[in-house]
């Protein structure tokens, strides 16, 4: 009785090479997940429905501060009431700030994105394709 035996190395580095495989290719398809809906997200806030963030991001500087200055020429923690020129100036910089605030981090938010799918994409790609190769190698094997 003749048994036609393969040769097929150490069963057990088969089984570690291949959990590592489907690991890895996992771990890209995840990370090109996540990247893809934070930029979808990105765009559709910024772009598609113009989603106002303001209220995302604090400035240092509030309204507050606007409509109280300290008295510093008398070194008093007496406060003076600004006047209506400058309160309105104080809240225009303050808008300015939280405009420009919300634009870099829109502009951060898109480069984690890319940067997400740029490490994702070629991860799963390569993992996914050797895991594909060996897999028709092994059924055409198999067919002989």
Same mark, same amino acid.
């Given at each position: 009785? #003749?048994?036609?035996?393969?040769?097929?190395?150490?069963?057990? =580095?088969?089984?570690? #090479?291949?959990?590592?495989?489907?690991?890895? +290719?996992?771990?890209?398809?995840?990370? =090109?997940?996540?990247?893809?809906?934070?930029?979808? /997200?990105?765009?559709?806030?910024?772009?598609?429905? %113009?989603?106002?963030?303001?209220?995302?991001? #604090?400035? @240092?500087?509030?309204?507050?501060?606007?409509?109280?200055?300290?008295?510093?020429?008398?070194?008093?923690?007496?406060? !003076?009431?600004?006047?209506?020129?400058?309160? +309105?100036?104080?809240?225009?910089?303050?808008?300015?700030? /939280?405009?420009?605030?919300?634009? /870099?981090? +829109?502009?951060?938010?898109? *480069?984690?994105?890319? *940067? !997400?799918? =740029?490490?994702?994409? @070629?991860?799963? =790609?390569?993992?996914?394709?050797?895991? %594909?190769?060996?897999?028709?190698?092994?059924?055409?094997?198999?067919?002989?």
């Amino acid at each position: 009785m #003749r048994i036609n035996k393969k040769p097929t190395g150490n069963k057990a =580095l088969r089984v570690i #090479r291949n959990v590592y495989l489907y690991l890895v +290719a996992m771990i890209g398809l995840v990370v =090109l997940i996540i990247g893809s809906i934070g930029m979808i /997200n990105n765009v559709l806030q910024n772009y598609v429905f %113009q989603v106002d963030q303001y209220s995302y991001y #604090r400035s @240092p500087l509030g309204y507050d501060v606007c409509n109280s200055v300290p008295n510093t020429l008398e070194k008093t923690d007496e406060v !003076q009431k600004p006047t209506e020129q400058e309160i +309105a100036e104080c809240e225009a910089k303050y808008d300015e700030y /939280n405009k420009k605030e919300s634009q /870099n981090q +829109a502009k951060k938010d898109f *480069a984690i994105s890319i *940067a !997400q799918i =740029l490490v994702g994409l @070629p991860l799963w =790609l390569l993992h996914w394709g050797i895991i %594909q190769r060996e897999y028709r190698r092994r059924k055409k094997d198999d067919k002989k």
